[in-house]
């Protein structure tokens, strides 16, 4: 137990220090910790875990709490908030005094825009990881797929979205 | 401009952490701009820039600044406790739930569907991110390369942000540097 708890912190603690451009960049890496390094969860679980957190309000950072909850109860929890979002927080702290005295600097714009195709690239790997546990049937692909369409075209909410899916998986009996 | 302290900060950031979905921040911009009034909108345009560069969660960061300039570290742990508190709950409730119940044939094909449905929502924003590369050849290179190592050859995250991060802001650079090829 001891010995899952610091793993957990210490897989977090690092997660949290490279999570640039938010917390769906660095799935790809939870899920290759989670389940091929450490195999807490399979694939399909860890797919299930990401999806209840989208169903949630607010920042939807927060699949890395619920592993840590589902993998070693409310110790678990406790550990992975504490290192998923301590050390990302720090950092921001002390790069707000720094911030405050470099306002015009030109390196500031340079770095956020050479960081979008990292990101970018990141995402598109969490998708492609995602769609491999969640997508397994040609019924949960049409799923995904009509997801993937109202949430680049319509304006419906996401939870709507979500709900749909649900109720679908539910009638199609698919899964 | 009001100054708020570690209680105010937990119960703003609480309403912010029970609205939206998805999306928090242009609710969050509405919350500290427009409604509790506590940053200008210059200023909450320059917080948000130093959230976006560091790690994170931009609206994590965004309640840690945010509480960290009113009332210190106090502040900051007000803001992100209140930011986060309602939403972990929500989510606990769920995984017990899952927990639970996850082996019932028709909660399985619940979650199957919902997992399917986040995993559309997730292409779609790969998608909607991609699609602002077009026209920069080099930054698709690099997010392609990024796609191939860290998705299918599942190489480490670190040593690929080592290499691709400086590769695109060094991109960054030269387009910068030609303005006519953007």
């Known amino acids: 137990m001891g010995?899952?708890?610091?793993?957990?912190?210490?897989?977090?603690?690092?997660?949290?220090?490279?999570?640039?451009?938010?917390?769906?960049t660095i799935l790809p890496e939870m899920q290759r910790q989670v389940v091929d390094v450490h195999h807490w969860l399979s694939a399909q679980q860890f797919g299930a875990l990401f999806a209840l957190s989208q169903a949630a309000p607010?920042?939807?950072?927060?699949?890395?709490?619920?592993?840590?909850?589902?993998?070693?109860?409310?110790?678990?929890?406790?550990?992975?908030?504490?290192?998923?979002?301590?050390?990302?927080s720090i950092l921001t702290g002390l790069a707000l005094h720094l911030w405050e005295r470099q306002r015009h600097r030109p390196w500031r714009a340079s770095v956020q825009r050479g960081l979008v195709p990292l990101t970018t690239g990141m995402v598109m790997a969490s998708a492609a990881i995602i769609a491999t546990g969640a997508?397994?049937?040609?019924?949960?692909?049409?799923?995904?797929?009509?997801?993937?369409?109202?949430?680049?075209?319509?304006?419906?909410?996401?939870?709507?979205?979500?709900?749909?899916?649900a109720l679908a998986g539910v009638t199609l009996g698919a899964g | 401009m009001t100054t708020p302290g570690p209680l105010a900060l937990f119960r703003g950031?609480?309403?912010?952490?029970?609205m939206g979905f998805g999306g928090v921040l242009p609710l969050a911009r509405?919350?500290?701009?427009?409604?509790?009034?506590?940053?200008?909108?210059?200023?909450?345009?320059?917080?948000?820039?130093?959230?976006?560069?560091?790690?994170?969660?931009?609206i994590i960061n965004l309640s840690v600044a945010v509480g960290l300039r009113f009332a210190g570290i106090a502040g900051a742990f007000a803001a992100l406790s209140g930011?986060?508190?309602?939403?972990?709950?929500?989510?606990?409730a769920l995984g017990g739930l899952?927990?639970?119940?996850?082996?019932?044939?028709?909660?399985?094909?619940?979650?199957?569907?919902?997992?399917?449905?986040?995993?559309?929502?997730?292409?779609?924003?790969?998608?909607?991110m991609a699609g602002r590369l077009r026209g920069d050849p080099a930054a698709c290179a690099i997010a392609l390369g990024v796609v191939a190592a860290v998705g299918w050859a599942r190489w480490p995250l670190l040593a690929v942000m080592a290499v691709a991060a400086p590769l695109g802001m060094l991109a960054a650079r030269r387009s910068r540097a030609k303005p006519a090829a953007r």
């Not at chain 1, 890395?64 to 050390?87: E, H, M, R, S």
């Not at chain 1, 997508?135 to 419906?156: F, Y």
């Not at chain 2, 899952?98 to 292409?123: Q, T, V």
């Open chain 2, 13 to 18: 950031f609480l309403g912010i952490g029970m």
């Open chain 2, 83 to 92: 930011l986060i508190a309602v939403p972990l709950a929500v989510i606990v």
């Open chain 1, 135 to 165: 997508a397994t049937t040609v019924t949960l692909c049409a799923i995904s797929a009509a997801a993937t369409v109202a949430a680049l075209t319509g304006r419906l909410h996401p939870l709507v979205i979500l709900g749909a899916g």
């Open chain 1, 3 to 24: 010995a899952t708890l610091l793993s957990l912190l210490v897989i977090f603690a690092g997660l949290s220090l490279v999570s640039f451009g938010g917390g769906n």
């Open chain 2, 98 to 128: 899952y927990a639970r119940f996850g082996d019932d044939p028709h909660l399985r094909h619940l979650f199957a569907g919902l997992a399917a449905a986040a995993c559309g929502m997730m292409i779609a924003l790969a998608l909607r």
């Open chain 2, 30 to 58: 509405r919350a500290l701009v427009d409604r509790l009034g506590w940053l200008n909108e210059a200023a909450f345009t320059d917080l948000l820039g130093l959230c976006q560069v560091l790690p994170g969660g931009n």
């Open chain 1, 58 to 88: 607010g920042p939807n950072m927060l699949v890395g709490p619920l592993i840590g909850w589902q993998v070693a109860g409310f110790a678990g929890l406790a550990v992975v908030t504490v290192a998923k979002f301590g050390p990302s």
